[in-house]
Every structure is written in C-alpha cells, then in structure tokens.
C-alpha cells in the first residue's frame, strides 16, 4: 500500500486580546505549553520523532511511510482492492493542544473492543469552550454527526481545527482489470474494421 493521499483541513479564527481558559471535558491533563501550534496531529507522537524527513513548514515532520502503513486503518475488498484510512482531528487554542480524537481500524473484519470504543468517540460531537460566559444546546451531543462546536468568548485568541485524513488505496488489481477490457474493446474494434 504505497500511494498515500492526505489531506489536512485547518480551521484557524483569529481574535484581538486577553487569555484564554478552555471547558472541554475531553482532555484529562491540561494543555502542553510546548506543544507548536501548527504541529499536524499525530497518532501516535514517538512516529512523529521517528521520522528521519525534513520538516513542513508549518506541520513539522512527516511520518515515514513505512511507520504510517503500521498506523492507518483500513479494510481489503473482495475483487483485492485494498482500501487504508486514518482520521485525525485535533483542536489547537494559542498553540496549546485542547482535544483529539483518533480513528484507525487495520482490519474491519476483526475489529477489537478499543477501536469499535474510537470508532463511535469519531463519531460523537466535541464541544470546546474557550472563555467564561459559553452555553451549549445538549440536545445536539446527543446526534452522532461527528461535529466539533468551538465557542470563543475571548478576544486574542488563535484557534485551530484540524482534521487529518489519510487514505491509500491498493488498485493495482483494478488497474489491470480496467486495462484487460480496454484491450479487449480495442481488438473487437480492430475485427470491426
């Protein structure tokens, strides 16, 4: 599984003054003030060291793809296409890490406890609360649309969300099932003719 896609979804509101406090119940320990505030999330932080790339301006350093094909989910069809997937989303305030959540599944057919328990966490709705003063509908926690909901009461603050996909997928086998008929189109054309 070597061709990787990836795309990074960056939400970033730019405010004036003041600190910030944050109300998300999804953190256990408070933020990391070292933490860079445009680091892509990662699954797994010691891949992130383990990388021997150059950094990304703004994103730090890549993954190697051999440590990436070990953290991504994903699942093998029948025909033998071979479809890998990882989503990351993280939510940044001043540069502080506030909540992730994680969603990787190496083989759906044999799903495990723990990721059945991060595939419906991928699947809830995360609200952030930065500031005094924030109120939240509950009835929308509740609906299972895998939102996240950020209410800033503060000025001067630098939000990030960021939402990491990667995906591979293993089309060799379509590739030579597409060129198999586009060889025989092309020889009953040349019997037409």
């Known amino acids: 599984m070597k061709p990787m896609t990836r795309v990074v979804c960056i939400g970033v509101v730019f405010c004036i003054g003041g600190a910030w406090a944050h109300g998300s119940s999804a953190q256990d ?75 990787n599944i190496p083989d759906i057919a044999h799903m495990t406890g723990a990721q059945a328990a991060a595939l419906a966490a991928a699947n809830s709705t995360t609200v952030v609360q930065i500031g005094q003063g924030n109120s939240v509908d509950p009835s929308i926690l509740n609906q299972g649309m895998g939102a996240t909901v950020i209410q800033n009461t503060l000025n001067g603050q630098h939000i990030q969300n960021m939402t990491t996909i990667n995906t591979s997928v293993n089309s060799l086998n379509a590739f030579r099932t597409l060129n198999q008929f586009q060889g025989l189109q092309s020889a009953l054309q040349t019997i037409g003719h």
Do not use: W
């Open 29 to 103: 320990q408070p933020p990391a003030a070292d933490k860079p505030l445009a680091a892509a999330p990662v699954a797994d932080q010691t891949l992130a060291a383990a990388a021997p790339q150059a950094d990304v301006e703004g994103f730090g350093s890549p993954v190697a793809t051999d440590q990436l094909d070990k953290t991504r989910g994903g699942f093998d069809l029948p025909s033998g296409l071979a479809v890998s997937f990882g989503i990351d989303r993280a939510v940044y305030v001043n540069g502080n890490l506030v909540t992730q959540t994680s969603f």
